[in-house]
């Protein structure tokens, strides 16, 4: 599968986290092997931030949507960025 366009990803963390580590990799071998880049943010550094996503966190945005939640899935997030 390969990437549609240019897009944003962006991953939404806390430190001492675990799943938030797994999110972590995740997202780095998916965009890695895609050839996107990436960034990651921790909510803990913006208040509004952590108001929106708490609860939700790690939060997988692509192009500055909610792509997934909690457990990262690496076929939904190619799928996510061939579109």
């Given at each position: 599968m390969?990437?549609?366009?240019?897009?944003?990803?962006?991953?939404?963390?806390?430190?001492?986290?675990?799943?938030?580590?797994?999110?972590?990799?995740?997202?780095?071998?998916?965009?890695?092997?895609?050839?996107?880049?990436?960034?990651?943010?921790s909510?803990?550094?913006?208040?509004?931030?952590?108001?929106?996503?708490?609860?939700?966190?790690?939060?997988?945005?692509v192009?500055e949507?909610?792509?997934?939640?909690?457990?990262?899935?690496?076929?939904?997030?190619?799928?996510?960025?061939?579109?």
């Amino acid at each position: 599968m390969e990437p549609v366009g240019t897009h944003r990803v962006q991953l939404l963390s806390k430190p001492q986290c675990h799943l938030c580590d797994e999110a972590r990799s995740v997202v780095s071998a998916v965009c890695d092997e895609l050839g996107i880049g990436w960034d990651e943010r921790s909510i803990m550094d913006d208040p509004a931030l952590y108001d929106e996503y708490w609860e939700r966190i790690p939060v997988v945005l692509v192009d500055e949507r909610i792509s997934q939640f909690w457990r990262v899935n690496p076929e939904l997030l190619r799928g996510a960025l061939s579109v």
